[in-house]
């Protein structure tokens, strides 16, 4: 009698383990639980793109400071720039206007002794 019982026992068992497995699997094979899974599933991947994404951008800013160390792109601005230059308006008294032409009373201030300023003889 011990054996029917023992037998009887691992049977049940057996059914209530077999039957909880494959509820269980039904449950997962739902609609729904299909569509949180996916859902799950497709937000790790954007938080994975996401994590690649700033690795990326970490290594291309490394790398262009790297080009920019080689380049001496980052060199220090400082004083040894010369400073900005500064334009003198210029006007030129010598030249006449079309009034004083004629006129032979008109005097030229001839003091002055100014050129024309011309901006590319600088360069």
Not at 66 to 83: C, F, I, M, S, V
Not at 99 to 106: A, E, P, Q, V
């Amino acid at each position: 009698m011990f054996r029917r019982t023992f037998w009887f026992t691992a049977g049940a068992a057996a059914g209530v383990w077999a039957t909880t497995k494959v509820n269980r699997k039904l449950k997962q094979l739902t609609p729904e639980s299909l569509a949180a899974r996916a859902a799950d599933k497709a937000v790790e991947a954007g938080h994975r793109l996401k994590d690649f994404a700033l690795d990326v951008r970490d290594g291309m800013a490394e790398r262009e400071a790297q080009l920019d160390d080689a380049l001496g792109l980052n060199a220090p601005t400082g004083p040894e720039l010369p400073a900005q230059r500064r334009f003198a308006v210029v006007e030129n008294h010598r030249a006449k206007s079309p009034k004083s032409l004629g006129d032979s009373t008109h005097t030229t201030n001839t003091t002055s002794t100014t050129n024309s300023y011309n901006r590319n003889e600088d360069h």
